[in-house]
Each structure stands twice: as C-alpha cells, then as structure tokens.
C-alpha cells in the first residue's frame, strides 16, 4: 500500500517567518514520484514539483525549497519569507506503480496560515 | 496553456434534478480524471479516463455518470444525488495516463445538494 503522513495539519506563521512542512511516504515501490500541490481557499489544486524517486537533488524555485531524502522518505517543503498569498492548503502526493500509476495517493494536507 | 476550465463554478441542485458538470482542456493531455473533495480533506479519485477510454472507477454509485466525448472534453451527469454528495468537484489532466507526469487541475465546481 501507498501512504503519505503529513502531521501537522494547521500551522500559523507570520509574515517574513519560514515555514517547513514535513512530507512521510511509505512505498514498496521502487520507481515512484512524489508531488505538491497548493491550494487556495479558490479551491483548484495548483501543480508546485515533481519528483522522481532516483533523482535525490533537492530544488530551489524563487522562495520554495524541496528537500527529498530516501533514507528517511521524507519530501519536505519550506517556504522562506512567507507571505501572505502563501496561505493556503498544501498536499504531498505519491504515486507508483504498485498503488496504480494512475492514482495519486494524497496527504492530509497542511493548512498554512500567514499572519500579516 | 496550462489550464484546466470547469463549469459551472456553482451549482445548487435538489435531489430529483439532473444536471452535468463540464470540464475542458487543451494541451493535448490524454488522460482525464473526476475527484470529489469534501471540506477540510484531501480530493479522492472517482474515474480516470486514458485516451478516452475509462479506465478507473473507483466504485463510485451509478448517480454519477462520466462521459468523455473527446479528448479535450470530460462530463459529469448528475442525477438524483444525495445531500451528502455536496462537495467540491475537481477535473484534472494529465499528459499521459500514468504517474510519471503532474496532472493540471481545474478550479472545480462547488456542488450543493438541497
């Protein structure tokens, strides 16, 4: 079975602050991808990464940073000077082959609240 | 162009009515898909559709019915539903039916049963 455990289910930053969302997958896959979306309270799910399970770098995109370790499957999220626009619903995905290429197995979600 | 157009945005519908949610893309994605998300929870998969054939459906009650008439077009008909189907109705896409690629989501369409 595929499962993704995202703890923290609200947090509550103010603005300027970081903020890291932690991302637990379980697998017997050994090809798999691993996905964030974001959110808004508008309510479509907005495409952030992908992450193939044999491609370990982390990415920096503007003030999003991925950290993807096997060891420890974790895909864990920061966002660096949080803003206010960044409060929003953030969900870890995974998907592979033995769960059904075409399912994404989905996160709890994370509600990020950035306080002005 | 990588959108994903849901209509409507909102719909109220009572329990004998019938009525269809449209969704539309054009990146020339061949696989499409139906989640319903209730509030405060994460979106769970109903059908997927792989080069316009359904491949998935995740025994979802037969007051749902999915139609793809082409591949830039899914459909939703809805009848006789239950309150408890009101919910948030999100399509995706997805360049190729399988895992490897993102799939783009629609703003989805916020459905009221009465």
């Known amino acids: 079975a595929q499962k993704v455990t995202q703890a923290q289910t609200e947090i509550s930053v103010v603005e300027k602050e970081d903020v890291t969302l932690d991302c637990v997958y379980e697998?017997?896959?050994?090809?798999?991808?691993l996905f964030w979306y974001k959110q808004p309270p508008s309510g479509e799910l907005v495409f952030l990464i992908r992450?193939?399970?044999?491609?370990?770098q982390n990415e920096i995109s503007g003030r999003y940073s991925w950290n993807f370790q096997k060891s420890t499957s974790s895909f864990n999220f920061t966002i660096t000077a949080s803003q206010v626009v960044d409060s929003a619903v953030y969900f870890c995905?995974?998907?592979?082959?033995?769960?059904?290429?075409?399912?994404?197995?989905f996160g709890k979600g994370n509600q990020v609240v950035v306080i002005p | 162009d990588t959108e994903v157009t849901q209509t409507p945005k909102h719909l109220v519908m009572g329990m004998t009515n019938k009525k269809s949610l449209k969704c539309e893309q054009h990146?020339?994605?061949?696989?499409m898909y139906w989640y319903k998300q209730k509030a405060k929870k994460p979106p769970e998969l109903m059908f997927v559709?792989?080069?316009?054939?359904?491949?998935i459906n995740e025994s979802v009650p037969s007051r749902f019915s999915p139609e793809c008439p082409n591949s830039s077009l899914l459909n939703l008909h809805l009848h006789a539903l239950q309150p408890e189907d009101s919910a948030l109705y999100l399509c995706?896409?997805?360049?190729?039916?399988?895992?490897?690629?993102?799939?783009?989501f629609g703003q989805g369409t916020r459905l009221t049963v009465v």
């Open positions: 995706a896409s997805s360049l190729i039916p399988t895992g490897v690629t993102e799939a783009f």
């Open positions: 697998t017997r896959d050994t090809t798999y991808y």
């Open positions: 992450r193939n399970s044999f491609d370990e």
């Open positions: 995905a995974l998907s592979g082959r033995r769960y059904g290429n075409n399912r994404l197995a």
């Open positions: 990146m020339g994605h061949r696989a």
């Open positions: 559709y792989s080069y316009e054939k359904l491949s």
